[in-house]
């Protein structure tokens, strides 16, 4: 009978005594689906944190790997050359696509943007690529 354990075994984790607070679980922000990714045996992941004045923008760049923003504070504008413009509030996130020419920005004129910002990518890969 060993089935027996591990039968039992998720009735004891499901359960929570009375007046227990339930266990913490993620929420979700973001799912999509992209290409571009390193493929390589080993990554490297990256998280930055970044303060954008306002009126202050970004230099207009390129990434070699998608680019995960999550806004924490403020707006945070992201002009993409041949794909418009993506604005992105406080508490929302949204993934910036490989060798596009971009340029972020903080419209506010009064209120910084903070983000937060994580990239995987072949070791060694400068975050971000300066275009002329």
Same mark, same amino acid.
């Given at each position: 009978?060993?089935?027996? !354990?591990?039968?039992?075994?998720?009735?004891?984790?499901?359960? =929570?005594?009375?007046?227990?607070?339930?266990?913490?679980?993620?929420?979700?922000?973001?799912?999509?689906?992209?290409?571009?990714? !390193?493929?390589?045996?080993?990554?490297?992941?990256?998280?930055?944190?970044?303060?954008?004045?306002?009126?202050?923008?970004?230099?207009?760049?390129?990434?070699?790997? !998608?680019?995960?923003?999550?806004?924490?504070?403020?707006?945070?504008?992201?002009?993409?050359?041949?794909?418009?413009?993506? =604005?992105?509030?406080?508490?929302?996130?949204?993934?910036?696509?490989?060798?596009?020419?971009?340029?972020?920005?903080?419209?506010?004129?009064?209120?910084?943007?903070?983000?937060?910002?994580?990239?995987?990518?072949?070791?060694?890969?400068?975050?971000?690529?300066?275009?002329?």
């Amino acid at each position: 009978m060993r089935l027996l !354990p591990y039968l039992a075994a998720p009735l004891l984790i499901a359960s =929570v005594p009375a007046g227990a607070q339930e266990p913490a679980r993620p929420t979700l922000l973001l799912r999509e689906t992209i290409a571009g990714m !390193p493929r390589g045996e080993r990554q490297e992941v990256q998280v930055l944190t970044a303060t954008i004045a306002p009126g202050q923008s970004t230099v207009f760049h390129t990434h070699s790997f !998608p680019v995960t923003v999550f806004v924490l504070e403020g707006t945070f504008t992201l002009d993409l050359q041949g794909r418009g413009t993506a =604005v992105v509030p406080a508490g929302q996130s949204m993934i910036e696509p490989p060798n596009v020419p971009m340029t972020g920005h903080n419209r506010s004129v009064t209120e910084p943007a903070r983000v937060v910002i994580f990239y995987v990518a072949d070791p060694g890969t400068p975050f971000l690529h300066p275009v002329q």
